[in-house]
């Protein structure tokens, strides 16, 4: 029996999600990602505290951390075992295992984002998720996936319905107007240094 809305979160709850812990994770992505970030925050209003939706072990937090010492960082994971290492990392880290379409942020933060996390949700429910993030952010919103003009599903692994291309970031502004992009860059995979998974990040402020 289905515990979850829909068959994605069924997916990362499971046995694959646990699976997907052991890839997630090395020095040379940490590196990576401190050089994603410092290119995401730079020139940016100071920011003190972070949401993160769909953190997994805490890879991204682990560099906001280094980059941001004194910042207080939320992260929502719906794999337990994703989310039990994850809440290692610092005293003041804090790690909710929910899922993204059930949370209900308490208070707002200075950056909310996703990486690599849109991609894996059911299109059907992303004008929820869209909505999540403007209500939860009071100034920032950072969506860093895979971009594609038009919307396509990829196999994923050899599984269908688990992986989705399309213009995120262009969506969530037209259902949020109150937000203007600020800043997009695309990261390179076979990039010589700090290569990312061919991610393409948009960063929104509130008008």
């Excluded at 997994?56 to 290492?85: D, F």
């Excluded at 610092?90 to 379409?101: F, G, P, Q, R, Y």
């Excluded at 909505?131 to 919103?141: F, G, I, L, N, P």
Aim: proline share 3%; charged share 25%.
């Amino acid at each position: 029996m289905k515990k979850f809305k829909t068959e994605q979160e069924d997916f990362w709850k499971g046995g694959f999600g646990d699976q997907y812990i052991q890839r997630n994770q090395s020095h040379e992505l940490l590196a990576a990602n401190l050089h994603f970030f410092s290119h995401v925050l730079a020139d940016r209003e100071t920011v003190d505290s972070v949401l993160e939706l769909g953190c997994n072990v805490g890879m991204n937090i682990r560099a906001l951390k280094l980059l941001l010492p004194s910042s207080e960082i939320t992260g929502i994971e719906i794999n337990e075992k994703a989310a039990l290492e994850a809440s290692t990392i610092a005293n003041d880290v804090k790690i909710l295992n929910e899922s993204i379409l059930n949370h209900e942020s308490s208070g707002t933060y200075d950056l909310v984002f996703t990486k690599g996390v849109l991609i894996h949700i059911s299109p059907d429910e992303l004008p929820l998720v869209y909505k999540k993030m403007a209500e939860a952010s009071s100034r920032y919103v950072m969506i860093a996936e895979y971009y594609n003009p038009t919307p396509v599903g990829i196999d994923y692994r050899g599984h269908e319905n688990r992986l989705f291309k399309r213009d995120f970031a262009g969506e969530f502004l037209q259902v949020n107007p109150e937000f203007k992009l600020v800043d997009y860059r695309f990261h390179y995979k076979k990039a010589v240094n700090f290569s990312q998974d061919d991610i393409t990040w948009f960063l929104m402020e509130r008008k």
